[in-house]
């Protein structure tokens, strides 16, 4: 994976002025709304880092390297930046906010809530899931109305399923560390989001996903996001 010059963008009503959203690629996006900049899981593979805005708020998932990379946070990271994480990054960050599930946060205008991350199904050899429960962290970004669910690197988990009144949702889809296009499917049809991007999908056929999809009323927009 090598950093990309050129990303793609949507642009997305709010009550007060659109959100930008920049794909990054694999589980890396960039939000800017009313002069803010929001990172979401910085990695040096996939974007020169040094040619991008400072961050306003940086929020880390967990602690894995292509989510938590210091590298790409020093480039980023400015004496006004908000750092928000999870627990398990606490050791490796300093002058960062730890948000614990059902938290949240009032940043710069932006409501940010946690809400957990973690796998049920999918595990290593050794019986250990590849994200365990009450370690990573999901945000709910609320940008003037417009509720944005980022999962984080997860399975269709039970508190993601009686999530309520998300707009835009990020879910992953990538094996064996989360989910399938079906899961991906059934969990989005539980909680109904207005708007599903498949993100951090890899080698995953996207077109598995959109199919499941048709005729649900949630519209599935894949990005440059592998």
Do not use: C, W
């Amino acid at each position: 994976m090598t950093a990309k010059k050129k990303f793609e963008r949507d642009v997305l009503d709010t009550d007060a002025g659109e959100l930008e959203i920049t794909f990054l690629g694999h589980g890396t996006l960039m939000f800017a709304h009313n002069g803010k900049t929001i990172h979401v899981d910085p990695y040096s593979q996939v974007a020169d880092y040094g040619q991008l805005p400072k961050a306003d708020i940086v929020l880390i998932t967990h602690e894995h390297r292509d989510h938590l990379d210091p590298d790409a946070l020093s480039k980023i990271v400015a004496s006004q930046t908000e750092v928000i994480i999870n627990a398990g990054s606490a050791s490796q960050l300093e002058d960062a906010t730890v948000m614990g599930h059902g938290e949240s946060l009032d940043i710069r205008g932006v409501e940010i809530e946690a809400v957990p991350a973690y796998n049920i199904e999918h595990k290593r050899p050794n019986g250990e899931p590849f994200h365990p429960p009450g370690v990573g962290n999901g945000y709910i970004l609320t940008f003037d109305g417009l509720r944005v669910y980022i999962a984080g690197d997860t399975e269709g988990t039970p508190e993601m399923r009686e999530l309520e009144e998300i707009d835009v949702a990020f879910l992953p889809m990538n094996l064996p560390y989360t989910m399938t296009p079906e899961q991906v499917a059934e969990a989005a049809r539980a909680f109904k989001p207005r708007i599903l991007y498949p993100y951090h999908f890899g080698d995953t056929d996207t077109g598995k996903l959109v199919e499941a999809l048709e005729g649900s009323g949630i519209e599935v927009r894949v990005r440059d996001l592998a």
